[in-house]
């Protein structure tokens, strides 16, 4: 046996561990090498029926975005590919590509989740497979490095992460070059789907696969690759603990009024930046809004400055953010004292110990 298919079916035998041995697992295929040779790691289990003594069934699923001409042709051949090694079922499913308002990279992917899911529902499948190497994992980082991204985005694609419905996505060749996953197909002679969009210099991710890093590699020695999938896994441990500390500051900080959301600006300025962006980031998306930009955040934390503008300043996806101050806060609880129904003039003082972010949608809720 060839070393390299020793090592594949290990990372594969520690997926299905880490994720506490699924009992039936979608091989999710495009007919490419990446996939091709995790259908055929997997069907090695699946001929077994089991792994380390845990009973396991292999099922297949090949998506037919119908973004090329003879796309039906390479679903069937895959198809068929598929069932010769033993994997069963093997199901086809045809996608329409709509995907308003994003990129048509993004919106085969959203098209391909959702089939995903949808297959993996169907089959009873507990773990989706991808065919993601460590190649795919440095480019994603050099991408996101080229457009100045943060922590989360560098942090590249997870091992394993919750996705397909009930079924969790695992990514077992994330430590696997892609001249591996070649070899594996050669090795179990299999003929894989070369997409020609992923040689097309018209997408940067063609260009990054191509040229950059082949081209960084070359100028700054081998394993350039490896040290930007190291860069992710580190950076998976750092984003993981600032989302943890992020989500809870802005649940223990978050006001609801309405439709409105409001974060009290006192604690907001003591908290560390990193945290502060990411709660002010969280209410902008809480509110119905987008994830907003760098740009936008820096905007919408300097309402922050005493001196500063109260704003309002608008986020992406329909949500604008003001600072409401103490003396404006003071004024209208005086103003409803005036009106108290009661007579009394008595409107309770507290919570106004200082004054707040109040995130406001624009738009009606959606029907
Ligand atoms: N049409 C498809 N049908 C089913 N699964 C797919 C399809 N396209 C992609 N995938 C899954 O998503 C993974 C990553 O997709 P991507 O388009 O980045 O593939 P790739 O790098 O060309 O890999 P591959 O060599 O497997 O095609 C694939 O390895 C595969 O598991």
Redesign the pocket.
């Known amino acids: 046996m060839a070393p390299v298919v020793g090592t594949a079916r290990k990372l594969l035998q520690n997926a299905l561990a880490g994720a506490g041995y699924p009992r039936h697992v979608l091989?999710?295929?495009?007919?490419?090498?990446?996939?091709?040779?995790?259908a055929a790691v997997a069907a090695y289990f699946a001929r077994r029926g089991h792994v380390d003594g845990h009973p396991l069934t292999v099922g297949a699923?090949?998506?037919?975005?119908q973004l090329q001409e003879g796309s039906g042709e390479v679903?069937a051949r895959?198809a068929e590919a598929l069932q010769d090694l033993g994997l069963q079922p093997v199901e086809i499913?045809t996608v329409t590509v709509a995907g308003a308002g994003m990129g048509p990279e993004a919106a085969?992917?959203e098209a391909?989740h959702a089939?995903?899911e949808a297959a993996a529902g169907g089959q009873g499948a507990q773990a989706v497979?991808?065919?993601?190497?460590l190649?795919?994992q440095a480019e994603q980082v050099l991408l996101g490095l080229a457009r100045g991204s943060g922590t989360r985005s560098l942090a590249g694609m997870r091992p394993a992460r919750p996705g397909a419905g009930n079924a969790v996505l695992l990514?077992p060749?994330l430590e696997l070059r892609?001249a591996d996953?070649e070899e594996i197909c050669a090795v179990e002679e299999l003929d894989?789907?070369h997409?020609p969009t992923?040689s097309d210099p018209s997408f940067a991710r063609s260009r990054t696969r191509v040229e950059v890093l082949p081209h960084l590699e070359e100028k700054l020695g081998p394993g350039v690759a490896e040290s930007l999938a190291r860069t992710a896994a580190i950076l998976q441990l750092d984003a993981d603990y600032l989302e943890d500390v992020a989500e809870s500051t802005y649940a223990s900080l978050v006001v609801r009024d309405g439709r409105d959301l409001s974060l009290p600006e006192e604690e907001l300025r003591a908290l560390a930046p990193a945290i502060r962006f990411r709660v002010i980031a969280k209410a902008a998306a809480d509110a119905g809004g987008q994830q907003p930009s760098y740009r936008r955040l820096l905007a919408a934390e300097a309402l922050l400055r005493r001196q500063g503008s109260a704003g309002p300043v608008e986020l992406p996806g329909g949500v604008a953010v003001y600072r409401l101050s103490l003396a404006q806060l003071e004024e209208s609880k005086d103003a409803a004292a005036a009106g108290a129904p009661d007579g009394t003039g008595s409107v309770p003082r507290e919570p106004a110990r200082c004054g707040k972010l109040v995130f406001r949608p624009q738009k009606p809720p959606a029907k």
């Open positions: 091989v999710a295929c495009s007919g490419g090498p990446d996939s091709l040779a995790l699923v090949v998506v037919d975005h679903a895959t499913r085969a992917r391909r089939a995903l497979l991808l065919g993601h190497t190649d795919d990514r060749f892609r996953t894989p789907w997409d992923n």
